[in-house]
């Protein structure tokens, strides 16, 4: 094992450098106009895997963006632990905020600052050093590895989300546990893994009165307005005391134990700073719930846009004909999103008044929630590693968000998704002037190589 | 008399030429480049009012497009009415949806088909018309007159407006009564003279959570959300009977009289007729109140507009940071705005969560409701000149929406205000294909002649 480490740190500037070539790639998913440079990314991602003695290397196409895929199944008896990443990355706008150019990666102050410089290429090509190190030292792997990366991760997960549904696929990536680095910890001086994120059922609600709009003058008092019948479905979404008032929301929520209340509890979480960095004098949600369990734990229920009507400037009275709304819940473990769409649906046939018509439709597929069992040897395997490294325990924390792949993955395979992230939630990920510091980028790769030994000894 | 409707029989065709003509200038008053063609409108008016003996007759420009001015004051010890009409027009677009040009009238089965033929140039020319038949056979008018006519009614009315805000304007057009004939029957075999309107009071509110927009994910559960807050008080804006739930708002709410009420029963309204022009299952509003109650006499708010956050295609998981709604309230007699306005306020300041800012706009002046005494001696007077012509008394109707320039004149003089409507509800006025019976135009100027001999003998 300290060969591998020394291998890592003898090698390291050209880790860097392998980075800063990869980063130099605008691999820019979301602009048709920049998929050959995602074409670009993946190649450079496969022939490095291959160039290190990964086999079976592959470009997936014909789903989007091609799905890179790598295997070495050389450790009989030993798990197979399946990688992930993505190579593609943010739209850089607005350019002009930008210090020195996104695709010209740029070294300060010890940060790399460069367009997906955290998000994702700088989370992911650890584990291929960590790999790198293996082969070249050892000659073999500890594990078996299956590398997967996807090249839409910032607009939509299509691809990988297709491969998923296809027996080849699911056969093909078959694995016993996954590690995704793709994310931040919960404070610079805090490593932490995550355990558990959010499941997602996410709708538009369209509201119809009259045929036309109609003069508020004419018709105000009798003309049904749907901006107010949309409003007065969505004030009752929520009860007094910040649930979602759909019945049987909660049924099958699974609650805390005191263990993981009291893990939650005692992360640092300070309230007053939180007020101040999102720009708010007092926050909303449940009751009984701390701020963490509110948005790592607790279902809930969000209007992310809503629109009817006149909203040009200056005064127009008119009773709107339409008014649309994108309503969201995000779930906990054990709700399941095509019972909340059911209830959802029963909750405004209850709820919508004769003088309207409307209709829901979902947007994308509903996900589950995930956690990842604390007891898991995988997970506990890391705990002495992490220590070695940083000389402190991971926290356990949770993501409110929704990682619909991490999810899939999970499912598929019933397996648990560890969470290894390596970002700092201030890096400024999808923002300007994105930037990873070059520290974690150098302790990931002792962290992966230390994990792969780690997951070979259960 | 019986001269002067001999006159206006047997000049018909060219009152009907002179109108045509008129119809054909485009005085698009929104249209910045149709303002020369708003002046050629005014000035064809004035000149005719010259030309049949008005005196005094004024463009008063400087306050926009202008306003047109005449009178004729030799009836002493006889009222001075006021005659109101606009010559400015809406936009015609679109254009490919009428049959014939805009500004080509064309009669079709006894229909002047034209921009302006109802609304209003077809509706103030039966008054010209009768001035001229009195003036050119008795030599004289029975009252006196003012006549006023606004370039601006199509686009805010600021001209006419800022006028009547000069004591040399409040004393010139100073009068007894005014009549205005910018309205529809309501029906075409019920003739009917309005005797009310709404007020209004339109406002902006806008709602302000974080300092920027919040992933969903991330602050899910604690970030405030405008959106929701937004939609809990509008709301709460309603009772379930359907009533404003502003404390207070009710107070000077002038309850309509048992005869009120009959005359109001007694028209011909069908329900069902209402859901099916406006393609509805059912309707809105208040407990105990009739339709025409509802939309006449009682107050009401509206919201006519509303955005916040995403609204373009597919999904996105961000709590915006702000929310807009324009909200307003029809007022009915003694409601009064800048108290509405008030408790409008004190009601947010209860309602809104600690979590937001927020701040309320004001769209506009508030403008009170106009109620014409149906003991008023004009009204009663044109009773029998209804009879008369239509062989029915007309209906008294009110109407739901509000005509600022009417309200000034009832409350800067203190002054019925007659709403001698010629138009049919069915003239698709500010629509393509506008028109107005040919009926209606020769009814409206033996109306117009024998309403100023009925008003003389007051």
Not at 107 to 134: C, F, L, T
Request: hydrophobic fraction near 35%; aromatic fraction near 10%.
């Amino acid at each position: 094992m300290q060969t591998v480490i020394d291998y890592i740190r003898s090698t390291k500037e050209a880790a860097l450098k392998e980075l800063l070539d990869y980063l130099k790639i605008p691999s820019i998913s979301a602009n048709p106009e920049y998929h050959p440079q995602c074409d670009q990314a993946a190649n450079y991602l496969a022939d490095k895997l291959k160039s290190i003695g990964m086999e079976n290397v592959q470009l997936i196409t014909g789903y989007g963006r091609p799905n890179v895929y790598a295997d070495w199944l050389h450790a009989p008896g030993k798990p197979t632990i399946l990688i992930y990443g993505h190579y593609d990355v943010q739209p850089p706008d607005p350019l002009e905020k930008w210090t020195t150019p996104p695709f010209e990666p740029t070294i300060r102050d010890d940060m790399i600052y460069a367009r997906g410089s955290d998000d994702n290429k700088g989370q992911h090509w650890p584990w291929v050093r960590a790999i790198e190190a293996w082969l070249k030292t050892e000659k073999k792997l500890p594990v078996n590895i299956k590398f997967v990366a996807e090249g839409e991760e910032e607009c939509g997960g299509k691809a990988i989300h297709d491969c998923m549904q296809e027996k080849k696929y699911i056969d093909a990536w078959k694995c016993d546990a996954a590690a995704i680095s793709d994310g931040a910890w919960f404070a610079h001086d805090v490593p932490s893994i995550g355990v558990g994120l959010r499941g997602l059922s996410y709708f538009e609600l369209e509201v119809n009165g009259a045929k036309m709009d109609l003069h508020s003058g004419q018709h105000g008092g009798t003309g049904p307005n749907p901006i107010k019948v949309l409003a007065q479905v969505i004030a009752k979404l929520n009860d007094v005391s910040g649930r979602v008032a759909i019945p049987g929301f909660y049924d099958d929520v699974q609650e805390l134990t005191a263990a993981e209340r009291k893990m939650i509890h005692d992360l640092p979480f300070d309230v007053d700073n939180y007020h101040t960095e999102i720009g708010v004098a007092t926050t909303a949600g449940e009751e009984g719930y701390s701020h963490l369990e509110r948005q790592w734990t607790r279902p809930t229920f969000e209007v992310h846009g809503i629109v009817g009507g006149y909203v040009a400037p200056g005064a127009k009275t008119v009773i709107p004909a339409t008014a649309t709304a994108k309503i969201s819940f995000r779930l906990v473990p054990n709700q399941n999103p095509a019972k909340i769409k059911k209830q959802f649906e029963d909750f405004l046939k209850a709820n919508m008044p004769k003088t309207v018509t409307w209709s829901l439709k979902e947007l994308g597929e509903g996900g589950t929630a995930l956690v990842v069992p604390t007891d898991s040897p995988y997970l506990k395997a890391l705990q002495p590693v992490y220590e070695k490294i940083w000389g402190r325990s991971p926290m356990l924390t949770r993501t409110g968000g929704s990682i619909p792949v991490a999810t899939l993955f999970a499912n598929t395979w019933k397996i648990p998704v560890l969470f290894m992230d390596l970002g700092y939630h201030d890096d400024q990920i999808h923002s300007p002037n994105e930037r990873y510091p070059l520290k974690q980028f150098y302790d990931g790769m002792e962290l992966a190589a230390q994990a792969l030994d780690a997951w070979s000894k259960i």
